[in-house]
């Protein structure tokens, strides 16, 4: 005869983990009695997390059995593994936003470096830099990208196919130096020793871009049903026609993240643009000509390069850094709303 079991209220686990971090807060201030100090957070909340996970399953164990039991316990372990991933992201966010705002101000968005020691100035020719290098970058690596997953899905086979695959996955293993190298050999090669320019550092980045852009193209396309392709030629619709019709309409949204995955990639490269673009504290606006500023090297030469006034450098650095990271995030929402409106629509 099965043992009947207990309904636990649900303010159960709320109480129970507030019971636990209590205690071990306790557990963690004995020690702290004859040596005052600052308080662990950090092994208060370790100790927590343990107390609560034995308690419960404990509790649940003879409360409502084993199977509900071993259920709460890999819940706890789930969300343990997910608060463990997330915290040095919120460290890494809070930081960067704390030290950041302090230059985070209209003077930073509307001047560059240009005959600047010590306070003031700003990152817009870092800002736009980055801009049109990125944006060259994608104009290179995204149709090139697309293309070849398209060819690799629907069209690739026997050596040359394999060939295409191989020759991606070592490009997704190159270091980003390497491709910085390789793009100022080439331009060197034709245009002479020393050459720096914008358009480079965009060759440069294209380099680690394009094979992202081919492996997540390649994914989201494989994952069109086959059967919407079968219907397709089944009405008589040609195979080029199919593709551009039916499967990049059906994956677009995931081709559009896999392009912005590739994007916010590369957007934060210094040692290729180190090389190949350069360093400048004046605006340039023309990447095809003179070195060009980026804003992962205007953060790298702020905090490596100090003045005299060392906490304005400092100061610039932080805010060059929550610059390019609310960059990404506007480029990834953007994203999403585009995938939102461009995804087919079906109707029940």
């Known amino acids: 005869m099965q043992r009947p079991t207990v309904r636990l209220n649900r ?29 662990n957070f950090v092994g208060a909340a370790a100790l927590g997390v ?42 890494l966010i809070s930081t960067v936003v704390t030290l950041g705002l302090a230059r985070f101000d209209g ?32 104009l290179i690596s995204i149709p090139v990208g697309l293309l070849t997953a398209i060819y690799l899905v629907e069209y690739g086979r026997g050596r040359l196919a394999r060939s295409v695959t191989a020759l991606v996955d070592v490009m997704t293993g190159i270091p980003s130096i390497v491709a910085g190298l390789f793009a100022f050999s080439v331009f060197a090669l034709f245009l002479g020793p020393g050459i720096r320019m914008g358009f480079a550092g965009a060759v440069a980045l294209s380099v680690l871009m394009t094979p992202v852009v081919v492996r997540s193209s390649e994914e989201m396309l494989r994952i069109v049903p086959m059967e919407l392709r079968e219907a397709s030629y089944a ?74 006034d060392t906490q304005s450098y400092i100061d610039r650095a932080w805010a060059g850094a929550l610059t390019l990271i609310v960059i990404v995030m506007v480029l990834n929402l953007g994203a999403r709303i585009i995938s939102r409106i461009a995804r087919p629509h079906t109707s029940r």
């Open 235 to 308: 009405l008589g619709v040609p195979k080029w026609l199919t593709v551009l019709k039916v499967v990049l309409p059906t994956a677009v949204a995931g081709l559009v993240t896999g392009i912005m995955i590739s994007i916010a990639r590369v957007i934060g490269e210094t040692a290729p643009l180190l090389i190949v673009a350069g360093f400048t504290q004046s605006m340039n606006y023309n990447p095809f000509s003179e070195r060009m500023m980026t804003l992962p090297v205007f953060v790298y030469y702020s905090y490596a390069s100090q003045g005299a």
């Open 50 to 91: 343990v107390i609560y996970a034995i308690l419960s399953f404990l509790i649940t164990l003879i409360a409502q059995g084993p199977r509900v039991a071993q259920d709460r316990m890999m819940t706890t372990l789930v969300l343990v593994a997910f608060g463990i991933a997330v915290i040095p992201l919120v460290s």
């Open 11 to 39: 303010w159960f686990l709320p109480l129970l983990a507030a019971a636990s971090f209590g205690i071990s807060s306790i557990v963690v201030t004995i020690p702290m009695a004859s040596a005052p100090g600052d308080f």
């Open 107 to 138: 003077e930073f968005f509307g001047s560059s470096m240009r005959n600047v020691v010590g306070e003031g100035g700003g990152a817009l020719h870092a800002i736009i830099g980055t801009l049109e290098i990125t944006a060259l970058a994608a």
